[in-house]
């Protein structure tokens, strides 16, 4: 025998079981404890997930308007004079992509009205406003992309992106 049992006072298998018989259903407990705290972190663990990937979606949507505004401006660019002619200004918001024709204008903006379709969605739109810089031969164009931004935290049914360059 263990010294341990003989300062007890106990002897033999009845003091082991005696024991464990008293401490009976804790362990039991603390796990339903643990199990409960667990869940609760792993919900609040899916939720700050599902917010990241709104969140995340909204940046890749700004970052690709922004891609687009550049895009068109170095279309425009490229056929400068017709440009500054204000030959790429749209009415309005462009929201369908216009029938292609042979001009380069048609086809320019017929691509890139498809481009911002295809990858921030079919409400996605687009503008395009050149004005004369006083006492120059330059325009100051904007060109503006708007979406619709909803999903994302604190987002707008009509988010838009502004950007101006001079050509």
Known sequence: MSSSRRRAGRSGPRAVYKCRADSSGVGLIEVLIAILVMGIGLLGIAAMQATALRNSQSSLERSQ????????????????????????????????????????????????????????????????QCLPIVNSESRSCTVTVRWNDARATEGSDEQQIQTVSRL
């Open 65 to 128: 308007a922004v891609i687009h505004s550049y895009g068109i401006l170095d279309a425009m660019r490229a056929n400068l004079p017709v440009a500054r002619a204000g030959g790429y200004n749209t009415p309005g918001f462009v929201c369908v992509p216009p029938a292609t024709d042979t001009t380069l204008v048609a086809a320019d903006h017929a691509r890139w009205i498809k481009a911002i379709e295809d990858s921030m969605g079919e409400d996605a739109c687009g503008r395009i």
